[in-house]
């Protein structure tokens, strides 16, 4: 068994908890800054203290933030903790399938019922929410998201730092730019552009990203 510490205390981050409970990990507890969190449990595990507190940890590390409002707060952070890649673990629930020829990169997670089919290439620090589909040669960028229920046809991108809201469709062959985010529910029929926010069926332009989500 090894031990497992979590950066952040969010949703996301106890729902990590939990596979990688499942998946036979020690979780020590979290890490947080948010000082309303001091002395308290989430999910029954503890708050060790502050984000920065992990580097001086003995155990392995996955940083579990981030929501659409912010979804580059997980790259800022792994750029802050400076932390060498051999910290970091790989979270894969028991009831995540794992296809022939596919590698998940360091500082995943992939939560329950997901199936990567064959060939399919997950970055460093993905999170993939529940029950998504990846199928033959999809490629998915370090620091993109994929809300519960994605599902890409085969050879489909999502470049670094993408936001796949819940339940989006995506074409096969077609790739959503750097850092951009496709709504919930979004039929993704065309390449979208780095930086922009797409929803919709078929999915149409919203606004620019790279505001408030890459910044706050
Ligand atoms: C796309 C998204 C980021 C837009 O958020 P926003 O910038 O706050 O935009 P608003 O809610 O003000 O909506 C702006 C317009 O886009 C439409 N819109 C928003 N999200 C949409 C979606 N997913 N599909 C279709 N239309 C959408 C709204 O109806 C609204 O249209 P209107 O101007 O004609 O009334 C957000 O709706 C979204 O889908 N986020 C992902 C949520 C998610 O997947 N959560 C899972 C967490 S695990």
Do not use: K
């Not at 596919?102 to 290439?121: I, K, W």
């Not at 809201?165 to 529910?185: F, H, N, P, Q, Y």
């Amino acid at each position: 068994m090894t031990d497992l510490v979590i950066v952040g205390a969010g949703g996301f981050a106890r729902e990590t908890a939990a596979a990688a409970t499942a998946a036979a990990w020690r979780v020590l507890g979290f890490v947080d800054d948010d000082p309303a969190l001091r002395g308290t449990t989430r999910s029954g595990l503890p708050i060790l203290g502050p984000v920065d507190s992990v580097v001086a940890l003995d155990a392995e590390v996955v940083v579990c933030v981030g929501n659409p409002r912010n979804y580059g707060s997980r790259q800022r952070i792994v750029d802050r903790l400076g932390l060498p890649v051999t910290r970091y673990a790989t979270v894969v629930h028991p009831a995540a399938e794992i296809g022939a020829g596919s590698v998940v990169g360091p500082g995943s997670v992939l939560l329950a019922g997901t199936v990567l089919t064959a060939d399919v290439v997950v970055g460093s620090h993905v999170a993939v929410m529940p029950q998504v589909v990846l199928t033959h040669d999809d490629r998915v960028g370090d620091y993109a998201t994929l809300g519960a229920g994605v599902r890409l046809g085969g050879g489909a991108i999502l470049e670094p730092g993408s936001y796949a809201g819940a339940g989006a469709l995506i074409r096969e062959g077609v790739t959503v730019g750097a850092r951009s985010l496709v709504g919930m529910g979004s039929v993704v029929l065309h390449d979208v552009p780095p930086d922009q926010i797409w929803a919709g069926n078929p999915a149409r332009l919203l606004r620019n990203a790279f505001t408030e989500e890459f910044t706050s």
